[in-house]
T-cell receptor
Framework: KAGVTQTPRYLIKTRGQQVTLSCSPI?????VSWYQQTPGQGLQFLFE???????NKGNFPGRFSGRQFSNSRSEMNVSTLELGDSALYLC?????????????FGPGTRLTVL | GIQVEQSPPDLILQEGANSTLRCNFS?????LQWFHQNPWGQLINLFY???GTKQNGRLSATTVATERYSLLYISSSQTTDSGVYFC?????????FGTGTSLTVIP
């Protein structure tokens, strides 16, 4: 079974631009979660989608948004980029997103904002 | 949210040495996962271990849910074990991560 894939792997943007990141979950998984990892804040939860519905959202500004498609693929968007948005963005998939599920992570997208 | 603490924050070992990493969590959980983050940033699943003990080669993990901690044991460490080790626990469909233990294994 193919693992979680994320595209692109690396991205360089400038302040004020917007960016869209993509995540394809493991086949059969319907839950996709997104996390931001920075040296200062560690791994922080952004949001989780299941069957095209956002079920949970972390404490991030409205510039961070996401969506999930009918094939479970998910995208996240960051508008009006700030320097502090530079981070590794990780997505994880699981079968149902329940607390008892095993989460599998993709390789991440490393975003640099100049 | 749930608080997850890991210790030690940094660990330097000689190749061949053994180590124990600890994860404390503030509330009862029905899931706990250990991950290894490689130098490229990928989080690799090590264990899904809500309770009890599991072993996989040179690695083993024990979770004592009633006392709210988990331990990851690495035996006969190798340079390829270097990286950051995270434990993560869920609340609902959100995982809370510890701050990690950065392990460096020197030859």
């Amino acid at each position: 079974k193919a693992g979680v894939t994320q595209t692109p792997r690396y991205l360089i943007k400038t302040r004020g631009q917007q960016v869209t990141l993509s995540c394809s979950p493991i086949s059969g998984h319907r839950s996709v979660s997104w996390y931001q990892q920075t040296p200062g804040q560690g791994l922080q939860f952004l949001f989780e989608y299941f069957s095209e519905t956002q079920r949970n959202k972390g404490n991030f500004p409205g510039r961070f948004s996401g969506r999930q498609f009918s094939n479970s693929r998910s995208e996240m968007n960051v508008s009006t980029l700030e320097l502090g948005d530079s981070a590794l963005y990780l997505c994880a998939s699981s079968f149902s997103g329940g607390a008892g599920d095993t989460q599998y992570f993709g390789p991440g997208t490393r975003l640099t904002v100049l | 949210g749930i608080q997850v603490e890991q210790s030690p924050p940094d660990l330097i070992l000689q190749e061949g040495a053994n180590s124990t990493l600890r994860c404390n969590f503030s509330d009862s959980v029905n899931n706990l996962q250990w991950f290894h983050q490689n130098p490229w940033g990928q989080l690799i699943n090590l264990f899904y271990i809500p309770s009890g003990t599991k072993q996989n080669g040179r690695l083993s993990a024990t979770t004592v849910a009633t006392e709210r901690y988990s331990l990851l044991y690495i035996s006969s460490s190798q340079t390829t074990d270097s990286g950051v080790y995270f434990c993560a626990v869920p609340t609902g469909n959100q995982f809370y991560f510890g701050t990690g233990t950065s392990l460096t294994v020197i030859p």
